[in-house]
């Protein structure tokens, strides 16, 4: 009783109307769960030790057995509940018929008639009404904020829904690795959160906030985490789309309860992730959006309102930095802005290294080879293939994880499973035809393009076969011989289909080779000024998150000199393409005819083959790498 009492001194008032919301709802299902069972019992049942089963009579049954009647209670809606004479119950819907009901009485019958509500049906009329008043009244009262004036606060964030990880973390520098450089950045903030008065004392300034932005998967979160790990600080993760809601307000409140929480166990890291939720740029335009202003209003409110001596470092990570208001980013917020790039080569082996200590991997696989073949793989692309790898090889029963689990899981990665589809004969040898002129190209310009690593006619994903080649590092640049060189590349296998199948028998196989070259060259024309016919002039302008859309803001007459330019690279390169594989059909047909005996030609395969020597007798494996060229 006390607890009630104390309940009901409350200030919040909501809770009042609540429990009386609650208690009203209670009786609405005991009254229908009583009305229900009375109807069911078909009437009145007046000797408890003679529980017959009630029956049901037609008002044609009524007339029939007016005399087996003996008692007739007349409700409203003409429906009437008794007992024969041989103390059966029923229920029946009747006409109401004076002379009936006289006749039924004659008989012996007690007839009683009864148009009165009862007080369930009264409970039942109003009930309901009096339910959705009462809990109207409690959401408006929430709404407004209740008597205590944070009512919103108090009743749907009292319980924490913004899903805020809390506590302090194990993750430290120790277990990131590939970004050595991104991990410089944030020692500063380790060493304030560890000696502040180092700071004080020479007056310098430590970032409020620090935005960290890239590629998905590049271990932004995993980077904040570690921040905290390494100070031993207090860790506050959430997301910026914790902050939405269909309540407006909801996102102001829930940015104050995480700032105050903060305050209360400072010095700490305050993680949000994907921040560009509630941090996308204002505009006038905008429809309907307004709570999420006012969210992002009071997120630059709590950033100005504490000091830096409070201890408290302001983490933020997104995907699209661009999308950010300029608010968010001037210095006193987000003062040190982190972008966190794909890892390189040296990155990537870090990387492996590191994740390989989970698992049972074979002391004879390569791990360098491994980095060099996954160029654009995130940090968390190459602990996903690890893990792909191990379920490869469960399925193999392996002992250990084998370089060829790491190549098969690669190759599922970046082109999906192996098909086994069933393909004509003369579509298998056009396609080793097709790859044949590929590799021979290839290694004909190894100097300046990738090493070769596997051939394969094996289909896999869309692909029916490919090359593949395998970085010795990653290039951050390319010259004009090496675009040229790719670009007849990229052409050969059409150029191989042509010369030995015949001009009408090409196929649309080099779909994706087409593709790959026409991008390199019209690139290569718009951004990089590699053309001396259109010159050092960027025709297109850089888009959204370093995307770019061809032929922005040029003329018609530039457009056209572009697109005759690109026309104009390719055809020199599938000339120079068609030029080497006819002046080396026999090489080309002795590739074809191998890879159509084993399937799969290793690099070394493909050089002993054209060079003379004896092919390696040994078939090589069908796990492979990375995809360069493929055959659609």
């Known amino acids: 009783m006390k607890n009630v009492n104390n309940l009901f001194k409350k200030k919040d008032g909501s809770k009042f109307y609540l429990v009386i919301f609650a208690i009203l709802f209670v009786m609405l299902i005991v009254r229908i769960i009583v009305s229900g069972g009375i109807n069911n019992a078909g009437g009145l049942i007046t000797n408890k030790a003679d529980r017959k089963a009630p029956i049901e009579l037609s008002f044609s049954d009524v007339l029939r057995r007016v005399n087996d009647i003996k008692t007739m209670d007349i409700q409203k809606d003409n429906v009437a509940v008794g007992t024969l004479k041989d103390g059966t119950p029923y229920h029946a819907t009747i006409t109401y018929n004076p002379e009936l009901l006289e006749k039924i009485s004659k008989n012996g019958a007690t007839v009683s008639i009864n148009n009165n509500d009862s007080l369930w049906d009264g409970v ?5 009404i009096l339910v959705s008043a009462l809990f109207l009244i409690w959401l408006l009262r929430i709404m407004r904020g209740g008597n205590g004036g944070g009512g919103i606060t108090r009743s749907l964030i009292g319980q924490n829904p913004t899903k805020i990880t809390t506590g302090k973390t194990k993750t430290t520098f120790k277990d990131v690795a590939g970004i050595d450089t991104e991990k410089q950045e944030l020692m500063e903030v380790v060493d304030f959160l560890k000696n502040k008065e180092k700071f004080k004392a020479l007056g310098a300034r430590v970032p409020r906030g620090i935005l960290l932005s890239g590629e998905p998967g590049t271990g932004k979160t995993l980077l904040a985490r570690a921040v905290a790990g390494e100070a031993n600080v207090p860790f506050f993760a959430t997301s910026g789309s914790d902050f939405s809601g269909i309540i407006v307000g909801l996102g102001v409140a829930k940015i104050k309860e995480i700032f105050e929480l903060a305050k209360r166990n400072a010095p700490c890291i305050l993680f949000i992730d994907e921040i560009d939720a509630i941090g996308q740029s204002r505009s006038k335009h905008t429809i309907n959006d307004n709570d999420r202003e006012q969210t992002l209003n009071q997120l630059l409110i709590e950033m100005d309102g504490f000091s830096n001596e409070t201890g408290i470092i302001v983490i933020a990570a997104t995907n699209r930095p661009d999308m950010l208001d300029a608010a968010l980013l001037r210095p006193g917020r987000f003062d040190r802005q982190i972008n966190i790039e794909l890892p390189n080569l040296e990155g990537r082996h870090d990387i492996l ?4 200590k989970k698992y049972k991997i074979n002391d004879n696989v390569n791990m360098m080879d491994v ?3 996954t160029t654009g793989f995130s940090g968390a692309d190459l602990e996903n293939l690890l893990n792909e790898a191990a379920l ?12 060829s689990d790491i190549e098969e899981a690669r190759d599922k990665i970046l082109m999906g499973p ?28 190894s100097g300046l393009t990738d090493p070769i690593h596997k051939a394969t006619i094996i289909p896999r994903g869309r692909a029916l076969g490919m090359v593949q080649h395998l970085p010795i590092d990653d290039k951050v640049s390319m010259r004009l011989d090496e675009i040229r060189a790719n670009l007849s590349v990229f ?15 090409i196929t649309t196989g080099a779909e994706s080779d087409i593709a790959m070259a026409t991008h ?17 002039v960027a025709v297109n302008q850089a888009q959204t998150f370093g995307q770019r859309i061809a032929l922005e803001n040029a003329s018609e007459k530039t457009a056209e000199s572009v697109d005759a330019e690109i026309r104009k690279w390719l055809e020199t390169a599938y000339k120079d393409a068609k030029t080497l594989v006819s002046k080396n059909k026999a090489t080309v047909e002795k590739l074809a005819k191998a890879l159509l005996d084993k399937e799969t030609l290793s690099g070394d395969e493909i050089r002993e083959i054209i060079s003379g020597k004896k092919t390696v007798a040994k078939k090589t494996t069908k796990k492979t790498v990375k995809k360069s060229h493929a055959k659609k």
């Open 124 to 128: 039942a009329r109003w009930l309901p």
């Open 353 to 356: 290294n590191l994740h390989a």
């Open 371 to 373: 980095a060099r073949g």
């Open 392 to 403: 490869h090889a469960v399925r193999a029963e392996h002992k250990l994880v084998e370089q």
């Open 418 to 445: 192996v098909k086994n589809r069933k393909m004509r004969p003369e579509d298998i040898k056009l396609t080793a035809y097709h790859e044949a002129g590929h590799a021979f190209v290839g290694n004909h310009y």
């Open 491 to 505: 052409l050969a296998g059409r150029a191989s289909e042509e010369i030995f199948f015949g001009a009408n028998k």
């Open 520 to 536: 390199l060259a019209r690139r290569s024309i718009t951004t990089a000024g590699l053309s001396d016919k259109i010159g050092m």
